[in-house]
Structure formats: C-alpha cells, structure tokens
C-alpha cells in the first residue's frame, strides 16, 4: 500500500483547508485509516480515523474536522475547519491492511505541513 498526502499549506486562524490521502497497491486489504498530526517537539498524535464507515476524532479535532472517504478513488480526506494556530503541525496519514497473516500491518504516508498564523 502507498499513500500520498496533499493539500497541506499556509492559512490564516479561522480559515479551512482540506487535506487528501490517495492510496494505491493493495487497498482492498486496507481496513482502518487515520490522519496523525506532529508538532515540533511533540509526539505524533492522532487526529481522526475511519473504518467501515465508522468515525472517530481526537477531542482537539471534535466539532472542527471531518474525516472522510472516497472508496471509488481511494482516497481518504480531512475537512478542517476554523483552523488554530495550534493546529499546526505536519499532517500524516496511516493505513491499517490486513495480511494474508491475519496480521495488520500500518503503511505511511510522507506527510503534508500545515502551518496557521494568528
């Protein structure tokens, strides 16, 4: 499985930006994807993910962002609203695929900064 971010830029608080995630190989093994974000000096945390059309966010993402899917192009998305400063970060995202092991194996993407000024 690859993935490629984008849509990732300079904004200002309170602007939006949308941010996509194409996945190509295998992706009918996929069965979670997420979007992690990471700040200078932090760890990696995640923002949101989506599984069999089941969502879930980070407490700092509730309200403001929107995960979503598109399965006929394989690409995952993340609407992001009302942007703060303290969202910036270099955004990745990940994707869960199922082995013929039955193991899950996590694939990752080469990351999208996003940067908002106040």
């Known amino acids: 499985v690859q993935l490629v971010e984008s849509g990732g830029g300079l904004v200002q608080a309170g602007d939006s930006l949308r941010l996509s995630c194409a996945a190509s190989?295998?992706?009918?093994?996929?069965?979670?994807m997420e979007w992690y974000r990471q700040a200078p000096g932090n760890q990696r945390e995640l923002v949101a993910a989506t599984s069999s059309g089941t969502n879930h966010y980070a407490d700092s993402a509730k309200d403001r962002f929107t995960i979503s899917m598109d399965n006929a192009k394989n690409t995952m998305y993340l609407q992001m609203n009302s942007l703060k400063p303290e969202d910036t970060a270099v955004y990745y995202c990940?994707?869960?695929?199922?082995?013929?092991?039955?193991?899950?194996?996590?694939?990752w993407g080469q990351g999208t900064q996003v940067t908002v000024s106040s």
């Open positions: 990940s994707a869960g695929a199922l082995t013929t092991r039955g193991e899950i194996v996590t694939y």
């Open positions: 190989g295998s992706t009918a093994t996929i069965t979670i």
